[in-house]
């Protein structure tokens, strides 16, 4: 879980760990992508807009580096700049896409349906 928001990354740690998910988190894309070449993930829930290294970036990597792993991407700029970052997303690859703010169950739905789960 990628976020530079350290309310949203704790939250949503805090709410998959409940159901059964392992959950790692990074507060940008660089340290995100430092902790995917360290271990096997199924998948990356990452925020576009972030320090160091933006979402865009990340899901390219992961894409290169990671083929198979999901890539669910979140953003909660101007809304406008939400839906165009949104769609970039997708078009490099991204699984699924949500705007913040979403309901957590939403998420987890999501989740369930790529990776499986409870």
Do not use: C, W
Not at 21 to 30: H, I, M, P, S, T
């Amino acid at each position: 879980m990628v976020d530079d928001d350290a309310e949203i990354r704790d939250t949503l740690k805090k709410f998959l760990g409940r159901v059964g998910y392992d959950v790692e988190v990074a507060g940008d894309g660089k340290i995100a992508n430092q902790r995917l070449a360290e271990g096997d993930f199924d998948l990356m829930i990452t925020d576009i807009v972030m320090p160091n290294q933006d979402g865009v970036e990340n899901i390219m990597q992961a894409r290169k580096n990671h083929p198979d792993m999901r890539v669910i991407a979140m953003s909660g700029g101007g809304y406008v700049q939400t839906k165009t970052y949104l769609k970039v997303a997708e078009s490099l690859g991204a699984d699924a896409v949500f705007q913040k703010p979403f309901r957590s169950q939403e998420m987890l739905a999501k989740i369930r349906e790529l990776i499986g789960g409870d």
